[in-house]
């Protein structure tokens, strides 16, 4: 190990103990997204203490913020990036507690060396990654559009490389009736909850007609009110998911035709809209992710315990791989195999084997950064693979 890896080493070892009180107290205090004002505030004012310029309230989002140290001597701009929303009633079943203060001590170690490999080390705030992501404002205002590398790692219950996501549309599809007695008056009725029958089954026939990697699925989120009344208004909303965001917009063409042709044969009104962002497909840097691997590797992880990676959910992160190199790794914290999402997981994630683990993964971190600031032609690989 060189001796500027040594002082990260060091300088994250020793400031562990307060990582470790941070996480503990996201991880007890959980916040959904755009409401993490304890979490966004103590993680800003804890960069602050290490030295950084904090920007509040990026893009008016009152939980985001970017956090910037720049080096007197230039170099590569390195970005990572911290999540800590919750979810509804689980709490931090998806260890996002872990991923800011993994954040936040590689953020600590690389600042320790800053001088001495140059650029600029930035910490980006990045709240409600579970519903609107704000990575999706971010990038789309182009916040990322001058990092030369972007990353973060996720807590998990084994050790996954970075890997791939699905692109991903939201969509609500309202339909529109007249309502009517159903026993007295039924011709005088329109069926909304017809409408929305007919675009499941419609759905149903078009999944076999889509590639392997599609996922479309829904749920009736307005059905009627009562069994004797003609629904005059019922509602639906789907997820559509594959691997390009190419294909996912045409598959979203074909869903939505669904539903015009269900309110055409009944005569209902249609409307249609986004009711969540949409997320591009996560492409991994893999240039970038066997530089992770190879800390991971070094730091005692044999690589037969490393897995592929493939994430068959949908990451605002995706919308940041299109802008800049990006690696989305994940680190063991439970010895369980306990799935995120789920109580099992957000109880283990809160006890000092996932903390001790989160430490890790914060060096990990650090140490890609590192490898990326100090070696130049590294970067020109990690650059030329981005621009294919």
Do not use: W
């Amino acid at each position: 190990m060189s001796d500027l890896k040594t002082t990260i080493h060091d300088t994250i070892r020793d400031y562990s103990s307060r990582l470790i009180e941070i996480a503990a107290f996201i991880g007890a205090h959980p916040e959904l997204g755009h409401e993490e004002k304890q979490a966004s505030a103590l993680l800003a004012s804890e960069l602050e203490k290490l030295g950084y310029e904090v920007d509040r309230g990026v893009l008016g989002l009152e939980t985001a913020f970017i956090a910037e140290y720049r080096a007197d001597k230039p170099g590569p701009i390195v970005a990572l990036l911290a999540e800590y929303d919750a979810l509804p009633e689980i709490g931090h079943a998806c260890g996002h507690h872990l991923i800011c203060t993994m954040a936040l001590g590689a953020a600590s170690g690389l600042r320790a060396v800053a001088e001495e490999t140059g650029g600029t080390i930035r910490v980006y705030g990045t709240p409600a990654e579970e519903t609107k992501g704000a990575k999706i404002d971010m990038a789309a205002a182009g916040l990322f559009d001058d990092c030369d590398i972007a990353i973060m790692a996720h807590p998990y219950h084994v050790y996954e490389r970075s890997g791939a996501s699905l692109a991903m549309d939201a969509l609500q599809f309202e339909f529109h009736g007249k309502a009517a007695h159903a026993a007295a008056n039924p011709d005088l009725g329109i069926n909304a909850l017809d409408a929305v029958i007919m675009l499941f089954n419609a759905v149903n026939a078009l999944r076999q007609q889509t590639k392997d990697d599609a996922r479309i699925h829904g749920i009736i989120s307005s059905g009627g009110q009562a069994p004797n009344i003609i629904p005059d208004y019922a509602a639906a909303r789907f997820y559509v998911r594959s691997a390009t965001r190419a294909y996912t917009d045409e598959l979203a063409r074909k869903v939505t035709a669904c539903a015009e042709a269900a309110g055409i044969a009944t005569g209902c009104r249609l409307t249609v809209s986004n009711y969540e962002y949409s997320y591009d497909e996560l492409r991994t840097n893999e240039t970038l992710s066997d530089v992770f691997t190879a800390n991971l590797i070094a730091g005692g992880i044999p690589e037969q315990d490393i897995q592929r990676g493939h994430d068959n959910g949908s990451l605002d992160l995706g919308n940041v791989s299109l802008r800049c190199p990006v690696i989305h790794p994940y680190i063991q914290v439970v010895n369980e195999p306990f799935q995120l999402h789920t109580v099992e997981f957000r109880d283990a994630a809160q006890k000092q084997p996932a903390y001790e683990a989160m430490v890790f993964g914060a060096k990990m971190l650090a140490y890609t950064a590192y490898d990326v600031l100090k070696d130049a032609a590294l970067l020109e690989r990690i650059k030329a693979e981005f621009a294919k």
